[in-house]
């Protein structure tokens, strides 16, 4: 494995730790119903009839409403990931916790954020390997990391009524990101940067049955450190989403257009901070189509998923396509207690010659508290 490949590794974690962000679906309303998820995942990329990296993966999920305008969240997963010429890499992931709190009068909601380093770090160099593909976003797996170092991150979010069709969102967090030892053998930390991100959003009600929805996500990073040097700077990330959702007499169709965008990142160079020659982390587009509906008597719920991904050429990566068709029926158990079952396969090509096809198989028990 190159150096290369390690600096890219670490940039990628960087995007991959959970923060705050404004969601279009009850921002800043605190449901009342507490629930537990638990989650069994299997994702496969096969290529040239060979298995180039499958995992398996448990993720936990806890709510509960702590009190009218209060909840608090928790999260982890346990994953075991390997290929054909991989090796196997097994371990926890961190706790990632989330304390909201809505403010009725100001229309806001604050939330406090807290990454417990529980899971597994310091993997050998022959996990690494393992490691760096399940980061890569284009895979899209349900565990893409393991253990990070304590991180805190307080945010808030605040929603702005304009009438009686148009709700505007504005929200901000900031992430204190710990040090921690990503590698066997390495006698000093690695200390991410810190990160800012805002973002903006709005609501619109298009009709009776329409209401389209978007936001803006701007994010910036502070200088990674190998024991107290300067070593790494992420490039800024931009990310815009706009969806559509429509109701039709037998269900409810959504449409998502998404961008995602990375600056250049920068390395440390006889004892300066320079820009990389080349871009290395692509651009994303992705379009996806969503359709649920109720199918049979009693009526199960069924949500259709059709998704088209392009990631750009960079320096370090090679083009590339996806195309995912899935299908997601949920069925009702005693108690309220709810199954989805989720089915999809994706086909791919990554650069000119690089075919690929993925299978991914989920079921999700959902518990109300």
């Given at each position: 494995?190159?150096?290369?490949?390690?600096?890219?590794?670490?940039?990628?974690?960087?995007?991959?730790?959970?923060?705050?962000?404004?969601?279009?679906?009850?921002?800043?309303?605190?449901?009342?119903?507490?629930?537990?998820?638990?989650?069994?995942?299997?994702?496969?990329?096969?290529s040239s009839g060979k298995t180039l990296?499958?995992?398996?993966?448990?993720?936990?999920?806890?709510?509960?409403?702590?009190?009218?305008?209060?909840?608090?969240?928790?999260?982890?997963?346990?994953?075991?990931?390997?290929?054909?010429?991989?090796?196997?890499?097994?371990?926890?992931?961190?706790?990632?916790?989330?304390?909201?709190?809505?403010?009725?009068?100001?229309?806001?909601?604050?939330?406090?954020?807290?990454?417990?380093?529980?899971?597994?770090?310091?993997?050998?160099?022959?996990?690494?390997?393992?490691?760096?593909?399940?980061?890569?976003?284009?895979?899209?797996?349900?565990?893409?990391?393991?253990?990070?170092?304590?991180?805190?991150?307080?945010?808030?979010?605040?929603?702005?009524?304009?009438?009686?069709?148009?709700?505007?969102?504005l929200g901000a967090s900031y992430q204190?990101?710990?040090?921690?030892?990503?590698?066997?053998?390495?006698?000093?930390?690695?200390?991410?940067?810190?990160?800012?991100?805002?973002?903006?959003?709005?609501?619109?009600?298009?009709?009776?049955?329409?209401?389209?929805?978007?936001?803006?996500?701007?994010?910036?990073?502070?200088?990674?450190?190998?024991?107290?040097?300067?070593?790494?700077?992420?490039?800024?990330?931009?990310?815009?989403?706009?969806?559509?959702?429509?109701?039709?007499?037998?269900?409810?169709?959504?449409?998502?257009?998404?961008?995602?965008?990375?600056?250049?990142?920068?390395?440390?160079?006889?004892?300066?901070?320079?820009?990389?020659?080349?871009?290395?982390?692509?651009?994303?587009?992705?379009?996806?189509?969503?359709?649920?509906?109720?199918?049979?008597?009693?009526?199960?719920?069924?949500?259709?998923?059709?998704?088209?991904?392009?990631?750009?050429?960079?320096?370090?990566?090679?083009?590339?396509?996806?195309?995912?068709?899935?299908?997601?029926?949920?069925?009702?158990?005693?108690?309220?207690?709810?199954?989805?079952?989720?089915?999809?396969?994706?086909?791919?090509?990554?650069?000119?010659?690089?075919?690929?096809?993925?299978v991914e198989i989920g079921l999700t028990?959902?518990?109300?508290?």
């Open positions: 494995m190159h150096i290369r490949h390690i600096v890219l590794f670490l940039c990628v974690l960087v995007f991959t730790v959970p923060s705050a962000s404004v969601a279009a679906d009850e921002v800043f309303i605190i449901s009342q119903q507490g629930f537990v998820q638990a989650s069994l995942s299997y994702q496969s990329w096969i990296i499958s995992e398996f993966s448990t993720p936990l999920f806890f709510y509960y409403p702590l009190g009218k305008n209060t909840s608090l969240s928790a999260y982890t997963s346990m994953a075991s990931a390997g290929g054909n010429s991989l090796h196997r890499l097994t371990g926890l992931g961190d706790i990632q916790s989330t304390l909201n709190y809505y403010m009725e009068s100001l229309n806001m909601k604050f939330s406090l954020g807290l990454n417990l380093p529980t899971g597994k770090k310091a993997v050998s160099m022959e996990e690494f390997s393992t490691l760096y593909l399940l980061s890569l976003t284009m895979y899209r797996f349900r565990t893409p990391s393991f253990g990070q170092g304590l991180n805190l991150s307080p945010g808030f979010s605040w929603a702005i009524p304009a009438g009686e069709k148009w709700v505007f969102g204190v990101r710990g040090s921690f030892t990503p590698f066997e053998g390495m006698s000093k930390k690695y200390d991410p940067g810190d990160e800012w991100m805002v973002t903006g959003g709005f609501d619109f009600r298009a009709g009776e049955k329409t209401i389209v929805t978007g936001d803006m996500i701007f994010s910036a990073y502070g200088k990674d450190r190998i024991g107290g040097e300067e070593k790494f700077l992420a490039g800024d990330k931009k990310a815009v989403n706009v969806q559509v959702k429509h109701r039709l007499p037998s269900g409810i169709l959504s449409l998502l257009l998404r961008y995602r965008s990375r600056d250049k990142n920068q390395i440390a160079i006889a004892g300066g901070m320079l820009p990389e020659a080349q871009k290395t982390i692509p651009d994303e587009f992705q379009a996806s189509g969503r359709y649920r509906f109720h199918w049979g008597n009693p009526g199960i719920p069924v949500q259709i998923l059709a998704e088209l991904s392009h990631f750009q050429k960079t320096a370090a990566f090679h083009s590339a396509q996806f195309f995912t068709v899935g299908i997601t029926p949920e069925f009702q158990l005693s108690g309220g207690s709810r199954l989805p079952v989720t089915a999809r396969l994706s086909f791919g090509q990554y650069g000119e010659s690089m075919d690929l096809f993925g028990w959902i518990y109300p508290l």
